[in-house]
């Protein structure tokens, strides 16, 4: 991505970069057939998805008792999701869906991890269209975890109709069906979905303007672009915690949702 967008700032597009630049074309060989299922986004996915499999298939192939580094690595893990996460937000119900929020984090955080490997240098959750699946899995499970859990009318009266008088509830009702049920799924995908696209787009940015500085006529300009450069290098840096962040709080929002649809008040 970065390499693509020196040459688009050298003169063929204008600088800077746009939104355009998330829309990548196909991959060879499947580009001359102009196929979008596969573009640089998806190949990392699979990339992200294999190295993860990969990793907990080996280091659960012979568990030891007393873990090794990997072992301990991959419990921790899970630990961490399933006790500060889901029993936390959900209570003892929750280690049913340590499994989910775990997955959920793991591949978050893999697939995030793409913004800051060099030569990459951009996430697939850059792409509305990753966070939107996501929350999309998160939100049909809320809604199937409270029709199972309550009934189907009880669940939605119960989320449609608070606690208050009878003649403010035609106020009420469509403010929390669109809270809810609209809202939600929404801005989980947004939050995830802007942070990385900003990330990327600042990296890129600070980035290529040390190129552009660096080519510039004036001399006085060039030595500018080691500080645009310098700049990147500190991004970098918080975009790691970004990363970090960013997988924690959807999965934890998703933990919850979960736990209000099981609650037996709204």
Not at 20 to 30: A, K, N, R, T, V
Not at 36 to 54: D, E, R, S
Not at 60 to 89: C, H
Request: net charge neutral; hydrophobic share 55%.
């Amino acid at each position: 991505m970065i390499g693509q967008s020196v040459v688009l700032a050298e003169g063929e597009v204008p600088f800077p970069p746009s939104v355009e630049d998330f829309f990548l074309p196909s991959i060879y060989p499947w580009g001359e057939h102009n196929s979008y299922w596969i573009t640089k986004f998806t190949v990392l996915i699979w990339l992200g998805v294999a190295a993860t499999i990969i990793f907990f298939l080996v280091t659960y192939r012979n568990p030891k008792l007393v873990p090794t580094k990997k072992q301990w690595i991959a419990e921790s893990i899970y630990g961490f999701v399933r006790n500060n996460i889901a029993v936390d937000m959900i209570g003892h119900r929750g280690v049913a869906f340590a499994p989910y929020l775990t997955t959920l984090f793991v591949f978050i955080f893999v697939n995030n991890l793409w913004q800051i490997i060099p030569f990459v240098q951009i996430s697939p959750m850059a792409h509305i269209a990753f966070p939107a699946i996501l929350a999309i899995i998160s939100y049909v499970m809320f809604i199937w975890v409270g029709i199972r859990h309550h009934g189907f009318g009880k669940f939605f009266k119960h989320s449609l109709m608070p606690p208050a008088p009878l003649f403010m509830q035609p106020l009420l009702i469509p403010i929390e069906l669109f809270s809810t049920f609209v809202a939600r799924p929404v801005s989980l995908a947004l939050r995830l979905f802007a942070n990385l696209f900003a990330g990327h787009i600042i990296l890129l940015v600070f980035t290529l303007g040390g190129f552009v500085l660096l080519n510039a006529d004036s001399l006085f300009l060039k030595p500018i672009s080691l500080l645009s450069w310098a700049v990147s290098i500190a991004i970098t840096f918080l975009e790691a915690l970004v990363i970090v962040l960013q997988a924690y709080i959807f999965t934890v929002l998703t933990a919850s949702y979960v736990q209000g649809a099981l609650a037996d008040e709204h």
